[in-house]
């Protein structure tokens, strides 16, 4: 007689950290049983709509609702006058830093709604409520709008420009932080005894985000209890309600409860608040019923976020040895026409900390100004900041390399830092600790048959493709310190549940968090599952960005696991009836020194549950709730190489090889893994080659749809190379360094590297992203007129 | 008359009196029956995240074909099997072989789209056992993923039948017995779908079509819906009353007539391909990069030539070929050609109580010259530039004795470049005859000018497809179908 297996059995060996288990997430998931929130219905709901801004820039003169409120099934309307009147707090941003001089940034004034100027065409004015979504929608179009046009400012060099046109009165030159890092004057005598200098004007185009779940949310209020509830697609709870209901709504926490679900994609939009949210609050308060609001894909493209949206004047000074001396950065970061909570980051910090990538630099110096203009606002879109310092210095290797006529993957091998010099302090006061960049790197040359290159060149040529070979490496400094919960609850039926701050958002925490508890508690992977979109829930989360999930949720997770074999060793000493001090805690069991009596931890956990009474000195529950301190920033980093076919006939770039190898730190899944790489890498891939935001010079969005913004598409993406060369960290307990943002930043250089060493067969030296066809087409014909 | 929708949802039978007759597949899926799996991403067409099969008895064949529910209309699912997300869910809890597919290769991350690809895949997988690379983009060329690079999703779709038997699927193990359950769904009664005095009204014969338009002549006609569905989740435009043909089987007849094709206006892009594809290889890949495969599925001939746009992809290969249209007004039929239907923009010769009944497509000759290139900033699921389509024949003498250039994106109408015909006529085919020909677009054409192309740019580069034409027809060594060639050694391929 065979046994049958016991599904609670625990194999380390299959669902441990390392293994490439497929998600728990995707019975659920390719089923479509997924819960997003436009999903939920709630009994009675109604429905708003938004009124936005159909100009860039003007004043508001009045608004009618009278015709709106007049149609059959509207419940209600407001305009952004009433919101404000209503005491809503505003939208601040949470950054700190000052300006060059010292002085504290501005701070533009943002309510919920616009009520005196409109600024962006989508800029939200007004909201009409009824009972259903077809009819909000048509009272929409119904509100009359009367608003004085203003000219624009657009661009961010004209913006801050002498006699630009102003977003706010109190901002003369549209500047909201003049930022400044670095030692101007040290810098600039390393400039004056370089033997070369490599300049180059970047930028980093605009996106839109698109991620495929349009926003929503559901709001509900119990008047009885006073209390909000409202249902959101976010990043994190936590953060979340503290700023909905810290600034916005100006009440308690506790009299605020933010659930998420399923989440349909983020990648740093659904960070904090939006202005239809608090719209949806307001009316569900005012009417007392459930208040659905779901965006629609046309107005998504402006009323979403947008992300990166900078422009930079780079310099990069080198010795006559190829040594890097200094690296200079000046230029803008379009902040669009608001602040978001964290919008001045990516072109600020997270320059500084992420220029300086892999490389020895021994001077650099960061000035950027954060701009005002007349257009969406932009906020974090994967990696924020981070891909765009990685591609600033690989671009300027590529320019150093070609000015100073040496190899650039040479100048690569002698700027990097090596193993013996960690931990090295980066200009950024940074200290890395751990990497081994050019082995890394040499790994990535070999697995791309580097050497076979010029073959393929030569090939490609033949059939008149320009073909480029691209480096991409990169180094990105993760979010900082942030305090997490890790809790862990023992639930009646045998199951395990983590409860934490970080949100999934497609990256599979399930799996990965359940695969560290299960190694590190001997809890059945199957039995564990995860609680994350509850704030009644937790007790602290700093939610997920900058790549933190595994960092700060992992090792709250193992510390909560800590807690529960430190409480669980003096619970089983009294369910054993032995000292603590004789118990140990092995594959899952607490078990007597020395003997084979044992008690499991889940079977612990019930008897404590049921225990008429527990000694005095002993836990009272092996459940932990428990809020751990940040671990430090990490540096995942890695190498990426593409390779690029260019259709000289028509301009088309196609990526045609890509090979990636990197170090995350410690691989806890090696499946989920490679999707965050892929993912990112073709997100990246879309910024470098298609996507590409166009206004008019009214500031009208000409690109607002999936048919003229593209997106990649399924035929667009390459085979990957994965490779991994984990090199874990000692700053936190699991060794993992993040993942989600890497892909971008491998890829953007990397995909930019190879277009111009293609294009440089014809003598172009540079071209900005997008990489679109016309614009390759347009260099590759001058080039041939100038050589003609 | 028949008040009633039916159609089979998942393994029930659905009846649906009064609704709103402009209420879409996908409104209802979510709203009303409360299927959440299928999800809205855009609402237009683009993203895939709302698509759904439908099976429909097709020439006495069960056929499942991918489309976007989000503009689809729900009254003309009227005899139909709606198979959603939710309808591949197993008795014994387990997934079906595509969702285990896609599990294994993690090609879902945050899920939204999961639903729509899944579906996508499925009803390739119902078409085809082992798809190859290209079929498999071609069928995912209508679905947006934001999250896993799409890799992971090929990956899957290549796989499928690992985990499972493409004859072991419920659908196809019970063909029989589904067709026969439509089949009883199938009447020839008119369907009329009415709330508040707006109606939808779908005649299953091409008779009862031709009354009721007559009777009816202001009401909107509707096919595919790939056009007219927008106007309604877009434009927010009542288009009722509705007239829809999509139940009249035999406007989607293709026939081949010897000397010519036949194509009923409701035939599919996908059935028009296979057609057309016999003609030329050009015009195979011109309905390749029609729309994505939903769109092909649903879109028709009819619809694509009734909408007048000016951009549309077939008018001007139909009218380079000599198409000629069939108008059928009650009783009465006028012949006309293809050009003479556009009178101006958006305004064609379609007198009221008039439908487009068939299209009449001449096989050209043997020595006939053709080049058919659709000109878009994207491979796949774009709208036009510029579309050229030619044919030209040459003389005993060798001289050109027929020329018919047809452009799209040209004009506010599909247009032939009469001037250049012309001067073509009596000439060598040579690059003298077609420099003259390209001096003479200024003067047939006045070019769109908008955000998707310069006037100055569609000038060009109808005059540069003229160039490629004779390239191509005279010197056999130049390639000059520059995406097909990129495309064919993708390096993916090498990979397997
Ligand atoms: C995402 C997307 C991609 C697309 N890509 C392309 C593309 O690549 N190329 C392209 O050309 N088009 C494209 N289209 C447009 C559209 O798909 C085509 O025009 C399609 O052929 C329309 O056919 P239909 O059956 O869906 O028409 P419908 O939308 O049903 O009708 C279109 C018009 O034709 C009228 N009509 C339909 N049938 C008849 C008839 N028999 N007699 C008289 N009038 C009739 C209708 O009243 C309406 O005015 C795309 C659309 C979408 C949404
Ligand atoms: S919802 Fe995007 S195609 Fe239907
Ligand atoms: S998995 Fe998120 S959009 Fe595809």
């Not at chain 1, 006699?163 to 101007?184: C, F, K, Q, S």
């Not at chain 1, 008047?223 to 100006?250: C, E, M, N, S």
Request: with cysteine; glycine share 10%.
């Amino acid at each position: 007689m065979s046994a049958r297996p016991d599904p609670y059995q625990f194999d380390a060996e299959k669902f441990g950290v390392g293994q490439p288990i497929p998600r728990k997430e995707d019975p659920v998931l390719v089923r479509g049983e997924g819960r997003y929130t436009d999903d939920l219905h709630a009994e009675a709901q109604i429905y708003i709509a938004m009124v936005r801004s159909p100009i860039a820039h003007g004043r508001i003169r009045s608004i009618d609702l009278e015709a709106a409120l007049a149609i059959e099934g509207v419940l209600g309307a407001w305009t952004g006058a009433d919101l404000k009147d209503a005491g809503y707090g505003r939208f601040v941003s949470k950054i700190t830093f000052p300006n060059r001089d010292g002085s504290p940034y501005r701070q533009p004034e943002r309510y919920p709604l616009a009520h005196d100027r409109v600024r962006y065409v989508g800029d939200p004015v007004a909201f009409v409520a009824a009972v259903s979504a077809n009819v909000a929608k048509e009272a929409a179009e119904a509100v009359a709008l009367d608003i004085e046009s203003l000219p624009p400012a657009l661009e961010m060099a004209d913006a801050v420009a002498p006699g630009a046109a102003r977003l706010y009165d109190d901002i003369p030159d549209n500047v909201t932080l003049d930022y400044h890092h670095g030692d101007a004057e040290a810098t600039a005598a390393a400039f004056a005894k370089a033997r070369h200098v490599a300049r180059l004007t970047l930028e980093d185009s605009r996106v839109v985000i698109n991620p495929m779940e349009l926003r929503a949310c559901l709001a509900q209020y119990d008047a009885g209890r006073d209390h909000w509830t409202l249902h959101v697609p976010t990043q994190g709870v936590f953060g979340y309600r503290a700023q909905l209901a810290g600034d916005i709504l100006k009440v308690p926490p506790e009299k605020v409860t933010i659930l998420t679900g399923h989440v349909g994609g983020s990648f740093g939009m659904r960070g904090s608040v939006f202005p239809e949210h608090v719209c949806a609050l307001h009316a569900a308060r005012l009417l007392g019923l459930p208040v659905k609001w779901t965006e629609e894909r046309t107005p998504s493209f402006v009323s979403d976020t947008h992300g990166r949206a900078q422009r930079y004047d780079a310099e990069l000074a080198l010795d006559e040895a190829g040594r890097f001396l200094a690296l200079r950065v000046t230029g803008f970061g379009d902040m669009g026409a608001y602040l978001t909570t964290v919008g001045m980051m990516p072109s600020t910090r997270n320059i500084v900390v992420n220029v300086c990538s892999m490389y020895r630099l021994p001077q650099l110096e960061v000035s950027m100004r954060c701009v005002l203009t007349n257009k969406t606002p932009v906020g974090a879109y994967r990696g924020a900041g981070r891909p765009e310092g990685n591609y600033i210095m690989e671009r300027l290797i590529e320019e150093a390399a070609r000015i100073a006529g040496v190899d650039s993957i040479e100048l690569r091998r002698i700027n990097q830092i090596r193993p013996q010099e960690l931990p090295y302090k980066a200009q950024s006061g940074i200290v890395y600790d751990t990497g081994d960049f050019t082995a890394l790197m040499e790994q990535a040359l070999e697995a791309a048959d580097h050497q076979g290159f010029a073959q393929r060149r030569a090939e490609s040529g033949a059939r008149g493709f320009l073909r480029g070979f691209g480096v991409g490496c990169f180094l990105e400094a993760t979010a900082g310190a942030t305090t997490e919960m890790g809790g862990v609850r023992f639930e009646e039926d045998g199951r395990v549940t983590i409860i934490t701050g970080t949100l999934d958002y497609g990256q599979g925490h399930a799996t990965s968090l359940a695969q560290i508890l299960s190694q590190r508690l001997g809890v059945p992977f199957e039995a564990i599952g995860l609680l994350q979109g509850d704030s009644d829930q937790l007790i602290a989360g700093g939610g997920t960005g900058g790549s933190r999930s595994m960092i700060a949720s992992g090792s709250a997770v193992v510390a909560a696991s800590d807690k529960v074999i430190e409480n669980g060793k003096k619970l089983a000493g009294w369910a054993l009836e032995v000292s603590e001090n004789d118990i140990q805690f092995r594959n899952g069991a607490f078990s007597i020194v020395g003997t084979d009596r044992s008690v499991g931890v889940i079977e612990l956990a019930k008897r404590v549950r049921e225990a008429k009474s527990l000694p005095d000195d002993a836990p009272k529950t092996l459940d932990v709730k428990l809020i751990n301190e940040g671990p430090a920033m990490t540096f995942p980093n890695g190498c990426h190489l593409c390779e690029v076919e260019i259709d000289e006939a028509t301009g088309a770039t196609q990526v045609v090889k890509y090979t990636m190898v990197n170090d995350v730190g410690t691989v806890i899944n090696p499946l989920l893994l490679a999707g965050q790489l892929h993912g990112g890498v073709v997100q990246g891939i879309g910024q470098a080659l298609m996507e590409r935001v166009v206004y008019d010079e009214d500031g009208q969005l000409l690109t607002g749809s999936f048919t003229d913004y593209c997106m990649p598409r399924a035929d667009d993406t390459p085979f990957f190379e994965v490779e991994h060369r984990p090199q874990p960290t000692s700053s936190n307990p699991l060794g993992v360094k993040g993942v989600g943002e890497a892909g971008c930043a491998g890829s953007i250089t990397s995909v930019m590297n190879a277009v111009v060493d293609a294009l440089s067969q014809v003598g172009v030296t540079h071209i900005d992203m997008p990489a679109t066809p016309a614009k390759v087409w347009r260099l590759l014909h001058d080039a041939k007129r100038k050589a003609a | 008359m028949r008040r009633t929708i039916r159609f089979l949802l998942g393994e029930e039978t659905r009846e649906i009196e009064s609704s709103d007759p402009t209420a879409t597949l996908l409104d209802w899926l979510r709203a009303d029956a409360r299927l959440t799996g299928t999800k809205e991403g855009c609402a237009e067409g683009d993203c895939g995240a709302c698509t759904v099969a439908i099976g429909r008895l097709s020439g006495g064949r069960l056929r499942y074909e991918a489309i976007n529910s989000c503009i689809r209309l729900l009254a003309t699912i009227d005899g139909c099997h709606v198979v959603t997300i939710e309808h591949l869910k197993r008795s014994d809890g387990s997934l079906h072989p595509v969702q285990q597919a896609m599990a294994a290769h993690h090609g879902s991350q945050c899920g939204f789209c999961t639903p729509g690809i899944v579906m996508s895949l499925y009803a390739l997988w119902l078409n085809e056992e082992r798809p190859d690379e290209t079929r498999i983009e071609d069928a995912l060329a209508g679905n947006l993923c934001r999250c896993t690079g799409y890799q992971p999703i090929i990956a899957a779709a290549r796989g499928i039948s690992d985990f499972g038997r493409r004859r072991e699927d419920p659908l196809i193990a019970n063909a029989d017995a589904i067709a026969a359950r439509l089949k009883t769904l199938r009447d020839e009664e008119t369907l009329l779908v009415e709330q508040e005095e707006r109606r939808l009204i779908a005649p299953a014969t091409v008779n009862a079509l031709a009354d009721a338009v007559v009777k009816e002549p202001r009401a909107t006609m509707l096919a595919g819906g790939t056009d007219v569905g927008l106007w309604v989740t877009k434009e927010m435009r009542d288009i009722a009353p509705v007239i829809y043909l999509g139940r009249v089987e035999a406007l989607k007849r293709v026939e081949d007539r010897g000397d010519a094709l036949i194509f009923g206006a409701g035939a599919n892009h996908i059935d028009v391909r296979k057609a057309l594809a016999t003609i030329h290889p050009q015009l195979d890949e011109l309905m390749r990069r029609f729309g994505g495969e939903q769109i092909r599925n649903a879109g028709t001939i009819g619809g694509n030539i009734a909408n007048g746009s000016p951009i549309g992809d077939l008018p001007p290969a139909l009218i380079a070929l000599g198409a000629t249209i069939m108008l059928r007004r009650g009783a009465g039929r006028r012949v006309i050609p293809l050009e003479q239907f556009f009178i101006a923009y958006r305004k064609q010769d379609r007198r009221a109580g008039e439908f487009i009944e068939t299209i009449t497509v001449p096989k050209p000759p043997p020595d006939a010259l053709i080049h058919v290139s659709k000109v878009s900033k994207r491979f796949d699921e774009d709208i036009s530039s510029v579309c050229g389509a030619f044919l030209l024949r040459r003389g005993p003498d060798g001289l050109v004795a027929e020329a018919r250039l047809a452009f799209g994106g040209m004009a506010a109408t599909p247009k032939r470049a009469a001037n250049a015909e012309t001067i073509l006529k009596g000439k060598p085919w040579s690059e003298e005859s077609v420099a003259l020909a390209i001096g003479c677009l200024a003067v047939d054409f006045k070019p769109l000018d908008d955000m998707r192309a310069s006037a100055r740019y569609r000038a060009t580069v109808a005059g540069n497809l003229l160039r490629r034409f004779l390239m191509e027809t005279t010197d056999a060594a130049i390639a000059t179908r520059v995406a097909g060639l990129m495309r064919a050694d993708a390096p993916r391929a090498a990979h397997g």
